[in-house]
């Protein structure tokens, strides 16, 4: 399982700023695939996702200033993050998510890249 970031940085307030995740593909037991993001020593919180029918959800706090898409031929998943609060700030994570009914409930688990720093501040 391939998850590459890119796209982290410093931004100001207000900036914008796209990040990248590189993959191995949509599975037939991947059923999801999102972002997350953690500032120091806190838990990872849940910042947007898609799931295999392309249906988006995000975090109230992102909700209209965010945008997952995700570019299937490239396999490359994208998060357009726009209107930048420094409360964005963090170590920004894709993850791919498998599991479900049948075969792919033997094969459930969670896969994390590396993950890539975005900085908000002046």
């Known amino acids: 399982v391939q998850l590459v970031e890119s796209g982290g940085g410093s931004v100001e307030p207000g900036g914008s700023r796209r990040l990248s995740c590189v993959h191995s593909?949509?599975?037939?037991?991947?059923?999801?695939m999102g972002w997350y993001r953690q500032v120091g020593g806190k838990e990872r919180e849940f910042v947007a996702s898609?799931?295999?029918?392309?249906?988006?959800k995000y975090a109230d706090s992102v909700k209209d200033r965010f945008v997952i898409s995700r570019d299937n031929a490239q396999k490359i998943l994208y998060l357009q993050m726009n209107h930048l609060k420094a409360e964005d700030s963090g170590m920004y994570y894709c993850?791919?998510?498998?599991?479900?009914?049948?075969?792919?409930?033997?094969?459930?688990?969670?896969?994390w890249g590396q993950g890539t720093q975005v900085t908000v501040s002046v």
């Open positions: 898609m799931d295999f029918e392309g249906a988006e």
């Open positions: 993850a791919e998510r498998r599991g479900g009914g049948g075969y792919c409930a033997s094969i459930k688990a969670d896969y």
């Open positions: 593909g949509w599975t037939s037991c991947t059923y999801e």
